[in-house]
């Protein structure tokens, strides 16, 4: 073999790894890049209504919806939510220690308005509420069509989204 045939030959193998290395970030870094979605192999289990609330956190203290003179304190750091997906096109938006109710039945409504989401209850005559309320861990199904927003407001709250 001439040194022509030999530079040839380290050229193209090097070419050849440069070129799957550069298929491998970026097919990493685009299941994260829109809407900066993690993907997981199972999402949260939900209830009918399409969302999860997790347990009362033990240190939290419960207190009555609508206290009337009572203060708390809250931390003036803007909160983050976080989007998930199974990967089969199955999204959910999480917020971590959510102030709401303790437990909770009622229908979600979703409206997006520009870079922002908007997770109400629908409270019918069938929605149930308790009369406590604390800090939980929430999970929303939401549809593809929200992925890619920047905030998420719930009970008064704005979420930014951020990769976990």
Partial sequence: MNTSTCWKVSALAIAI??????GDSSTSSSEEEPGMVA?????AKVNEY???????????????????????TVDVKQPKAYLFTDGDGHYQVMLPEASDYC??????????????????????ENA????CRCMSDHWFNIDAA???????VFEGSTYIIAIK
């Fill in 39 to 43: 993907k997981l192999g199972e999402l």
């Fill in 103 to 124: 437990e909770v039945k009622a229908k979600v409504s979703f409206k997006r308005d520009g870079d922002t989401l908007y997770i109400d209850y629908v409270f019918d």
């Fill in 128 to 131: 149930i509420m308790s009369k």
């Fill in 50 to 72: 399409g969302f999860a609330i997790g347990e009362c956190g033990s240190d939290q203290a419960l207190f009555a919806p609508k206290a009337s003179s009572e203060t708390f």
């Fill in 146 to 152: 929200y992925v890619g927003v920047k905030y998420v």
């Fill in 17 to 22: 790894a440069f070129w799957a290395c550069s």
